[in-house]
């Protein structure tokens, strides 16, 4: 069974920047959709930013659009969530979302805080 495992994330204080990586475990192939969700305590989770492919094409949630960059790597089971300028209001459990053939894998979640 193939994972989506995340690394990055941790304490960083406002403006500063983090990047957060997602790899698949094993092989993976027809991923047609690959995103970055968070998710607040109490609170549910939420899009932030998401790449399609073939065109490949990128959009954010307005709260983080200018701040954040999404991009996959080469191989195209890689992918990276650039965060710079962060705020408080960006903390939270930040997870890797993809759409391969008919399934969908999540990572495991990385915390993301920012001290003010």
């Known amino acids: 069974q193939v994972q989506l495992v995340q690394s990055g994330g941790g304490l960083v204080q406002a403006g500063g920047s983090l990047r957060l990586s997602c790899a698949a475990s094993?092989?993976?192939?027809?991923?047609?959709?690959m995103a970055w969700f968070r998710q607040r305590p109490g609170a549910e989770r939420v899009f932030v930013a998401e790449?399609?492919?073939?065109?490949?094409?990128?959009f954010y949630a307005d709260s983080v659009k200018g701040r954040f960059t999404i991009f996959s790597g080469t191989a195209k089971n890689t992918l990276y969530l650039q965060m710079n300028n962060l705020k408080p209001e960006d903390a939270a459990v930040y997870y890797c979302h993809f759409q391969e053939g008919g399934r969908n894998l999540w990572g495991q979640g990385t915390q993301v805080t920012v001290s003010s």
């Open positions: 790449v399609k492919q073939n065109p490949d094409m990128t």
């Open positions: 094993g092989p993976i192939s027809h991923v047609s959709y």
